[in-house]
């Protein structure tokens, strides 16, 4: 039971170890300020006319 705590806790380490720089730079790029261009881009993109299923 401790071996499987410790394996736990130690993937849980090593995962934020790796992927907090890239969350952090996440967080600061896209800040609340930059949603409404994402949002917009993401509108164009969906509504644009190439569709993916053509019949």
């Known amino acids: 039971m401790f071996f499987l705590l410790f394996f736990a806790l130690l993937i849980q380490f090593f995962t934020y170890w790796i992927f907090e720089p890239f969350a952090s730079f996440l967080e600061y790029v896209l800040e609340i300020r930059?949603?409404?261009?994402?949002?917009?881009?993401?509108?164009?993109?969906?509504?644009?006319?190439?569709?993916i299923e053509q019949n």
């Not at 930059?34 to 569709?51: D, E, M, T, V």
């Open 34 to 51: 930059l949603f409404p261009i994402i949002a917009l881009i993401g509108l164009i993109f969906l509504f644009s006319g190439n569709n």
